[in-house]
């Protein structure tokens, strides 16, 4: 017997006592029992109780993206694919007493592999739950079964537990798990049963194909009742904060760019997807409730996940930690996100340019065509209705048609449209959800309207943005919508009257020198209702049967009245007769409020409106307010010669001629209401088509093929090649023929083709053929319907830019759609399971397809950034992004040689500072760089086309907006013509110019005008770098907190040596040709190009001069001829009351006007009107009208 002291010595010595002594004893007693267990049944089957379930019934599209999320029985394996695996065990640090192995199961299927990490205990579970299968179906449990009815081909589990196995039989183990789990994975039943994937760490949104390999997958707990961003505001906190400690369990799944879950008790339902982003941040902390936990947040939601163990969270942790450093490096580190942008530059990108929307339309109707899983569409307007292709009537080319087609063919189509407010603007998007979805019927077409209307504030806002996006793999974006209106070709043609026949002749003289102005009228209706006399017959009712044809019209053929009538008159270029005859009609009548006109009138009046307008009351309201209108002082230029004088005194002398037959008799009012009335009668009816029987029609067509051969006016081609073929103009002639022969010889003219008119048909049908300068849309339902008459109204051209990306940016991009219906499905319909959320592909996937068959032309290599404006309200970002307005900022701070812009808006400031109104710092931009260029004596261009007026029918927002154009470019002490006066420049106009587009036509017999609508969203630097999407160049577009827009950053990869400003430079394939298409068609060169016009080196001084020069004639010959608004000649409303009736040379010689039109004009371009109501200091809506009251935030 030792003594204590002796015992302790042997414990110093030896090993410890206490618990592990009782361990080894425990393992000693382990080897007997695994001795004896060796003589005795150590395996227990598996058996396969239907050997006809070895049969897969599925194929391997059933793990499509667009397809495995969404079946009611998921897939998650690859159909007729094995699955091959090797385990390894290792001991436990510190053994564990019942589980001292940890075995990693390594598993290869098909091209993913992946590992995971179990004990014994969890494989035994697995096979516990398949036993239960087991007997469920053949009735006796797997321990009943004898080992002489054991069949080789059945799994067999071995039963020996992990304290029995020592390391030297450790290896014998592993393979016996192996070779289990092998057969047992051969087993449809077994291998798809819940049990199974856990134990393997899969799921069905394992080897869906496109979202690639899974980083980690586990059921974990996750903590609710976290912040996810809606609007202005987070969502409501629970009523008790305690609450939020509940945990639920979920699927977490670890992607290369962004992690999921998914719910496993309601058919593993993908839930909302934390994209890594610049803000992501994964931190481990103990929580109360969850002593292993990790917080996980971005910038638009926080997690917190509870693990079981600190290795558990430890290895997860690592995991994320990989990913941001690996996969998603390129959304997390800052400095490869230049600007501030969600996306990275991206190399070696396919791109091509759209100038104008006709092939751009045919491309996507293409890229629609060929979709194979998914469609994304976001448009600010959606006519489902729409021809992507002309001209022709043939339904396969319709919008709606095409989205119904492919969505029969299981293609998931995603549709986010702006929620407009209804009262203010018709877009109908509702009825654009009902058409798609067909009431809901509809299970793979999805449309999403955002945003709510609520108390959250965002009712000014909008949702700008217009791409669509195909198989996340092809991306058509830029300021095209998929709307009425949009569709254009380089002709910008006026008209389209289908089958039937212009009249090219042109009309005898209209103007009649005595006739009364517009500000004579508008006397004579207020002095009449003073009077309270009939202005429109005379007393005695001679005229009563004439005046009730009038008065009465079919309240279908007229549109309600408008106010501020002689605005929209004089700023649309509306003929004295249709004013006369709305004014007659409406002084004493008005129309139905509930009409549903054909086509709407283009001349909305008021006469109440009209005696106010003339009087000058569209002034700032309240000169005293603290919020005063800046004093628009204009720059007077040297080159900019204005005969106010003369033009004041033409005016005169034709108001007091006409002031002389306004008081002659009530005779002459007769004459005036019968001419008004036949005039209205003519414009107001709806000109249908004329039904023919079948001899008729075969010699009306044979007639009409005969009469097209001889035509030559009626056609805008012959008109392009004879302006072309013309030298006679002094500056074209100089310019053409100035430089060295050499030169010329070094020439390479690129060869166009003529587009093809067809006279079998309508371009524009219906609602299509528009024109928003007269009316705006109205009745869009009816969309077959014209609005206007196309024997008198032209339509107007409308002028955009578009692009098509190829690759990684287009994956961007859909990964911007996908944040943004993600956010919007929480936000509106999250129980609503049959809209689900969305997964972005996996950038590590090829892109498979046969691109060349879609486009025409090649595509060039770019590198791409896509940028955006998006705030809270628009997606959930707890930080407002505006990279579009930093791209700018800094494509034109480092610009070397020139800038081009084309956009809808111009509103920017040169001091954001000081200035209350406008922020955005593009203009500061724009001064600062042509500053830099005049101290340092070099040459510098900056080219900026607009539209020559706002796009409304209502003339208070077409104040509102011109308003702030020309504050942003002349006016004020914030205008970059007047800074750059302030710093010393002398001739401003030397460095930047700004311009318009117009366009003319022959329509039955007269000469029309219109304004071409520029829409684009466009800027193009030194011929290397462009930046193309949907934001305007104002506050609204670039501030990131308002509208949502999204750009792409363009930067050429292929590049060449040429000429700027006389020095050799690189420029790239893509900005060099689509800068010069656009030159070729301002000047009137692209089809025709007989001088060799070379547009290459846009700097020089020579080329700068030609621009200018074209510009200022064009502008010139089409006042002469039409007395075009708006005008430099108006420089305030007392010259635009009387303007349009001065005399021109479409109202007193049209062949003359002719004449000068088709020798003088060259392209479409013509000069901004910078000194247009010049003399106003502020022509501001007034405060009393809807749009002076409206926050000024609305107009910037």
Known sequence: MNTPSEDNRNNENGRPGGLFDFIEQTNVIGNVIAAAASQKNSFEPLPFSNQSLFEENYDESCLNINVNPFLDQKKVFIPNVPIDLSITAERKHGAHIFHPYNYTLCFTHGPFKWEVVRTYKDIKECHRALGKLVKQDMGYSCSDIRKEDFKPEWPLFPNEHDNLINSEMIGERCKHLAEYLKRMLTYPPFRDHPSTLYLLGVSPLSFIRGIGLSHVECLIPKRTGDNVYYGHFSQLKLCCEQLKFRYTKRWFILKDTYIVYTNTKLNNLTGFSMMVDRAFRCDMKIKAGAYHAIEIRNLQRNLILKFKSSHQQKHWFDKINKCLNTTARCFHDVSLMPNGSYAPVRKKQLCKWYVNSAQYMEHVMNGLNNAKEEIFITDWWFSPELLLKRPTEDLQYRLDKILLKKSREGVKVYIMLFKEVSFAIGLLSYRVKQLLTQKGANPNIKVLRHPEHSPSGVFLWSHHEKMVIIDQSVAFMG?????????????????????????????????????????????????????????????????NEAKGDVAKPDSKNVPTSKPDSLIVAALMGNSIAKFKAKNRLNSQLSAPNNASPVFQSDVPSNSASLASRFSLKSKSFNAGHKNERIEMNPVSFNDVKLETEENMNKSNVSSNSANKQLNASNLSRQKFSSKASKYLQSDLNEIDEIEFSKKEKVKRKLSRLKKTMKRKGHNPLSRLKRQSSN????????????????????????????????????????????????????????????????????????????????????????????????????????????????????????????????????????????????????????????????????????????????????????????DNEVKNMVGNELVKRIMRAFRDRKKFRVYVVLPLLPGFDNPNAIQAVQYYNLRSIVNGQFSIYQELKNQGVPDPLEFITFYGMR????????????????????????????????????????????????????????????????????????????????????????????????????????????????????????????????????????????????????????VKGKKELDEKVKGFLVDFPLQFLCKEKSFFPDIRTPEGLVPIAMWT
């Open 479 to 543: 300021g095209i919508d998929l709307c009425f209106g949009r569709w254009d070709d380089d002709l910008h043609r006026l008209i389209d009257l289908g089958r039937r026949e212009n009249r090219t002749e042109l009309d005898p003289p209209s103007y009649q020198p005595n006739a009364p102005n517009l500000a004579q009228i508008v006397d004579q209706i207020k002095d009449s209702r003073e009077r309270g006399v009939d202005v429109e017959g005379q007393d005695n009712g001679e005229n």
């Open 727 to 914: 030298s006679d103009s002094d500056s074209y002639s100089d310019y053409s023929d100035s430089g060295d022969e050499e030169a010329k010889r070094s020439f390479t003219e690129e060869i166009v083709e003529y587009p093809s008119i067809s006279n079998e048909g309508y371009y524009w049908i219906g609602k299509d053929y528009c024109n928003s300068y007269k009316a705006d849309f109205k009745d869009v339902a009816q969309f077959y319907q014209d609005q206007f008459d196309r024997n008198s109204t032209p339509r107007m051209p409308w002028r955009d830019e578009g692009l098509v990306v190829i690759g990684e940016a287009a994956r961007d991009l859909a990964r911007h759609f996908i944040q943004r219906w993600n956010q919007c499905k929480r936000e509106k319909v999250r129980h609503i399971y049959a809209y689900p959320f969305l997964l972005p592909k996996s950038y590590e996937e090829p892109f498979d397809y046969d691109y060349k068959s879609w486009f025409k032309d090649q595509l060039i290599n770019c590198q791409v950034q896509m940028t955006r404006s998006l705030d809270a309200w628009s997606g959930g970002l707890s930080q407002t992004e505006c990279s579009i307005l930093n791209s700018y900022c800094d494509l034109i701070n480092n610009a070397e040689h020139f800038i081009y812009i084309e956009n809808q808006f111009f509103v920017t400031t040169t001091d954001p500072s000081r």
């Open 999 to 1150: 366009n003319w036509a022959v329509l039955m017999g007269k000469l029309v005008q219109e304004i071409i609508y520029v829409h684009s969203k466009l800027m193009i630097v030194d011929d290397k770098y462009v930046i193309c999407g949907s934001a305007n160049i104002n506050d609204r577009s670039l501030l990131g907190k308002r509208d949502s827009e999204v750009a792409a950053v363009i930067k050429d990869e292929e590049l060449f040596e040429s000429v700027l400003g006389g020095e050799k430079v690189m420029v790239g394939k893509y900005a060099n040709s689509l800068r010069k298409k656009i030159f070729k068609l301002h000047l009137g060169v692209y089809f025709n190009n007989p001088n060799k016009l070379d547009v290459q080196d846009c700097v020089s001084d020579e080329f700068y001069q030609h621009f200018r020069s074209v510009s200022a004639q064009n502008t010139k010959v089409y006042d002469e001829v039409f007395k075009c608004l708006p005008s430099d000649n108006i420089i305030n409303f007392e010259t635009l009351a009387t303007y349009v009736d001065q005399p021109c040379l479409s109202k007193t010689d049209p």
